[in-house]
């Protein structure tokens, strides 16, 4: 069986599958985890690179968590009448892929996933096409060098310059288990249209000359992992 079929399989099965320098962990965290806006200068149309390693649970395989919280600078502001929605549905969206709502195109990502079947299937790439949706993020998941199938939609809700993504992970082995993301890479390109700029910097930079983010990990076993992480601004 080829790893497309296998994880075809396992997506199906479970649902959607959600989804996007080094950070200054809390005490005792292993989350390794980066968010940093793309401008140090303020009030500036900018956009955002998130970069984030699980820690392994006692399986060996990636805790798996139930929600990811994203928090940008405070001040950070999100013009969600900037960018062109894509009002497609998720059928339409599987089916008709990057082709639905190119207007709403806002950048790219990567991730690995671990179905504790070990090698040659570990680790399996997910490439990842984010697009805006009302209110959200829409992200299309292929295997990694392909552009199709869409093997999966998640949405990623936003508020404020918090971005929440709930995770229904596909079942994984052995049973009982999910397959588990291990890395996520994403880059969320500075926008500006005619509606202003999706993503602005604060209006100001402060003393220390940082603008600090945050990344929560809430996992399945009702644990917390939060790493906070500095943009340089000037």
């Given amino acids: 069986m080829t790893k497309r079929h296998l994880l075809s399989g396992l997506l199906l099965a479970a649902g959607a599958l959600s989804a996007v320098p080094a950070g200054v962990s809390a005490r005792d965290s292993q989350l390794k985890a980066t968010l940093r806006l793309t401008t140090s200068h303020p009030n500036t149309r900018t956009g955002a690179v998130l970069n984030l390693t699980r820690p392994d649970g006692p399986n060996g395989k990636p805790k798996t968590e139930a929600v990811g919280v994203f928090q940008l600078p405070p001040g950070t502001t999100v ?22 709502c190119p207007q709403s195109y806002l950048g790219t990502g990567f991730a690995s996933l671990y179905t504790g079947l070990g090698a040659p299937v570990d680790p399996v790439g997910i490439d990842e096409q984010w697009y805006y949706a ?39 082995y052995p049973p009982g288990t999910k397959t588990s993301p291990k890395q996520t890479d994403v880059t969320i390109n500075p926008y500006v249209g005619s509606h202003g ?38």
Avoid: M
Avoid at 80 to 100: F, I, M, R, S, W
Avoid at 216 to 227: A, F
């Fill in 197 to 234: 700029a999706f993503i602005t910097s604060p209006p100001t930079c402060p003393s220390d000359g940082k603008w600090i983010t945050t990344v929560t990990l809430h996992y399945d076993d009702g644990s917390t992992d939060s790493v906070s992480d500095a943009t340089p601004c000037r």
């Fill in 79 to 100: 013009n969600l009448n900037a960018v062109p929605p894509c009002l497609k549905d998720d059928t339409t969206l599987q089916v008709e892929g990057p082709a639905a």
């Fill in 134 to 172: 009302p209110g959200q993020l829409v992200v299309l998941y292929t295997l990694h060098g392909q552009r199709s199938p869409i093997l999966k939609v998640g949405r990623v809700q936003i508020k404020g310059s918090t971005f929440t993504a709930p995770l229904d992970l596909p079942p994984g």
